[in-house]
């Protein structure tokens, strides 16, 4: 895509095991020691548009998070590269950082990512203070701005985590990203913790701050209604890999690869009809532990259509329709 | 209808805390009939766990059950001694819980654990207890249920180990099993599984089960009838369709407003506005009136349960009802 704002190029990311001072020993004297490594990810491109929301989705251990930690800077990739505006987001060498304020990053469980013995005022002005946006004097009405905007009331400031509902607290780490000012968030399992009437609200909050400012938006779940209801473009992961990418409605409508298949219809519906009998299609089977990921497709030991050339060679992405893209031996290029 | 297994009165479960009386059951009442699958929805807070909890007797100090009766096949177990209580636990009622990370005993294997809990109401020989482990193992989808009985609790994934904690409770043939949001901390497609798998069971043996669950759409998919509950009360309840079709109480319009499915993409979603009431500090009158776009000066009175036909609701101005 032309107009890629946010681009992943080739991004991997593995975590080893740590070994022992013996085992290091005899894997030195040649002997034949069996190194552990996770691919968490591996080796994903993807392209966001500016002002875009891509959603990622995926079951546990997929490596969603890990993928949007990535794009967020918070951890260095094994290989490959994230860029912003074509900015890279760490820097090189063997240390690699952070290098850019543009992207901020809003988590889970907002009783774990808010300091509890910061006040709320403290907290949001953190950053903004360290990176110069503004100085100690303007902070307050800073921070005011920005908890008004997320639906508090300015006055919030001055009280700690614990006196606000797991709704608010999200409604304050949302305040605490945008105060950096970032052209691009990344969101995992921003309302995963949240009751339905409250996961709404703070639904409506991100809907209404996109239109506002414009962001750009990596949003992570599991929840594929969700997710649905709040991207543009959909990105579907196994086990490290992306298995699926295009436009949210045409992937829901129009699932393309064997795994996006199975797992929208094993996302329970709303029954309303007497009498009608839920029915699933569950998939055979579960994944398959990272630390030994099946050769060829990933998914090839619970798809039902899997052949000889899916166990043993890696699908390619190929394009199947408009800006719609799936890696399956089985698909044919449009 | 024949007589239900179990029949709840008034049931009234209070924490005394030191911040004040937690309300967390507040008056609830419900039949349960042989081989029905009751499904008890609602958000966190709204009483639904405790219910369960208070079924089996397993609410601890400060929490108690204050009043009301529930009788298993016309038994009354309030009040009953902890002793009894633990016997008819396992035997006749049985519980799957949450979290299958911490239900299950990390350090004996399965077999044993299955093992003990039939010890616990008979004496039966080692080979009859594995033979009637494999049974309710393979009865759960557990694939080579012979050589898993050896095995230990981290050595299954998340979804078997719920499936493990089902054929725990299952062992028994109880009357009634309650599953406290039993597929919650699961991925999508081994809750799909497991939900198909629990509908055939209880097909099968005739047992009654109560589904709680904060996911409209998860009950709907499995259970007949639904109990909708918020601060500790029942506000709505009737057949899963009925009701998920045409809800009569504000509440319950309000959850299913709230769900990504009935808005277009990007649009606003109806949300409910505020957030639930404290326990402690619950507002006079209906619980739910200070979020609700109906209430007025009435709703200053607690609304009692109007029932029509198989369905009733809690609510002074209830919603027409039509699909």
Not at chain 1, 212 to 227: A, D, K, N, P, Y
Not at chain 1, 304 to 310: K, L, M, S, T, V
Request: charge should be positive; charged fraction near 20%; proline fraction near 7%.
């Amino acid at each position: 895509m032309s107009d890629a704002f946010v681009t992943v190029n080739a991004i991997s990311r593995r975590f080893e095991q740590r070994v022992s001072l013996g085992d290091r020993i005899a894997a030195a004297l040649g002997s034949d020691v069996e190194m552990r490594a996770v691919r968490a990810v591996d080796g994903v491109s993807l392209q966001v548009a500016r002002g875009e929301v891509l959603g990622l989705v995926g079951e546990s251990g997929c490596g969603k998070s890990t993928l949007g930690r990535m794009i967020a800077g918070i951890l260095p990739p094994t290989a490959g590269t994230v860029a912003i505006g074509g900015e890279p987001v760490m820097s090189k060498g063997p240390h690699p950082r952070k290098r850019t304020t543009r992207v901020q990053m809003i988590f889970q469980d907002p009783y774990a990512s808010l300091d509890p013995r910061m006040r709320i005022g403290d907290t949001v002005a953190e950053g903004p203070i360290a990176h110069r946006l503004v100085t100690k004097a303007e902070a307050p009405a800073y921070v005011a701005g920005w908890l008004r905007r997320v639906g508090l009331d300015p006055d919030v400031a001055q009280r700690y985590p614990h006196q606000f509902s797991g709704g608010q607290r999200q409604r304050i780490a949302i305040a605490r990203a945008l105060a950096m000012q970032p052209d691009v968030v990344v969101c995992d399992e921003p309302v995963a913790s949240l009751d339905v009437s409250i996961q709404a609200q703070v639904l409506n909050l991100f809907l209404k701050l996109r239109r506002e400012l414009r962001l750009t938006m990596v949003f992570i779940s599991h929840h594929l209604g969700v997710v649905r209801h709040v991207s543009d473009r959909v990105a579907v992961m196994y086990l490290g890999r992306i298995v699926e990418v295009g436009p949210a409605e045409t992937v829901y409508a129009n699932p393309q690869h064997p795994y996006t298949k199975a797992l929208l219809a094993s996302v329970p519906q709303l029954v309303l009809q007497d009498d009608v009998v839920a029915v699933f299609k569950p998939i055979q089977g579960e994944l398959p532990s990272p630390l030994s990921p099946p050769p060829g497709c990933h998914f090839h030991l619970r798809c039902e259509f899997a052949e000889a050339r899916c166990r043993a060679q890696v699908p390619a992405m190929r394009r199947v329709g408009e800006r719609h893209e799936s890696a399956c031996h089985l698909l044919r290029e449009a | 209808m024949s007589a239900p297994i179990l029949s709840v009165r008034d049931l009234v479960t209070h924490f005394f805390t030191r911040a004040g009386v937690l309300k967390a059951v507040d008056g609830v009442s419900f039949d349960l009939q042989t081989g029905e699958i009751l499904g008890v929805v609602g958000e966190s807070g709204s009483g639904k766990s405790v219910t369960g909890y208070s079924l089996l007797g397993l609410v601890d100090p400060p929490g108690r059950i204050v009043s009301g009766s529930i009788k298993l096949a016309g038994q009354e177990l309030v009040g009953l001694p902890q002793s009894e209580l633990r016997e008819l636990r396992g035997r006749r009622l049985a519980m799957v819980f949450q979290d299958p990370m911490t239900t299950l005993n990390p350090v004996l294997s399965i077999g044993t654990q299955i093992k003990l809990a039939i010890d616990a109401h008979e004496r039966v020989s080692g080979k009859a207890a594995r033979a009637r482990a494999m049974d309710v193992l393979t009865r759960v989808g557990i694939p080579d249920a012979g050589s898993r009985l050896d095995a230990y609790p981290h050595q299954f994934s998340g979804g078997m180990r719920q499936r493990v904690a089902i054929a725990v409770a299952l062992l028994n043939r109880p009357d009634v099993i309650v599953a406290d949001e039993p597929t919650t901390a699961l991925d999508v497609s081994i809750q799909a599984q497991i939900l198909a798998e629990v509908k055939m069971i209880v097909r099968d043996l005739g047992t009654a089960l109560i589904w709680i669950s904060h996911d409209l759409a998860v009950v709907s998919a499995i259970a007949s009838r639904v109990l909708v509950m918020y601060a500790g009360r029942v506000v709505e309840h009737g057949p899963t369709a009925a009701v998920l079709r045409a809800p009569r109480h504000p509440y319950t319009q309000g959850l299913l407003n709230s769900l990504p499915a009935r808005a277009a993409p990007g649009e606003e979603l109806a949300q409910i506005p505020g957030q639930p009431p404290s326990l402690a500090a619950l507002p006079v009158g209906c619980a739910f009136s200070p979020r609700c776009p109906r209430a007025d000066a009435v709703c200053k009175e607690a609304p009692s349960m109007t029932a029509v036909g198989l369905r009733g609701w809690r609510c002074h101005h209830p919603l027409e009802g039509h699909a």
